[in-house]
């Protein structure tokens, strides 16, 4: 349970960055560090999103693995 709602959380983050960016329009011309620093929050929103999806649907439910 504990893993699909951190999932749902990354999807959510994810999703919002991502979203954030296609808002913003275009990338600032400006110094190389600022752009790569806005390359690396898309990059990081990507994984955010992939990761949470990829938790959120797989199929064992329980974050704990059954002994039994």
């Known amino acids: 349970m504990r893993n699909r709602i951190l999932g749902a959380i ?3 983050w994810g999703g919002l960055i991502l ?3 296609l ?3 275009s990338p600032e011309e400006g ?3 600022y752009a790569a620093g806005q390359m690396t929050g898309v990059v990081f929103g ?3 999103l992939v ?4 938790y959120l649907t797989r199929s064992n439910g329980s ?3 059954k002994s039994r």
């Open 31 to 33: 110094a190389g560090a």
């Open 63 to 65: 974050s704990r693995a």
């Open 23 to 25: 808002i913003g329009g």
């Open 10 to 12: 990354g999807v959510i």
């Open 46 to 48: 990507v994984l955010l």
């Open 19 to 21: 979203l954030g960016r």
């Open 51 to 54: 990761v949470g999806l990829y």
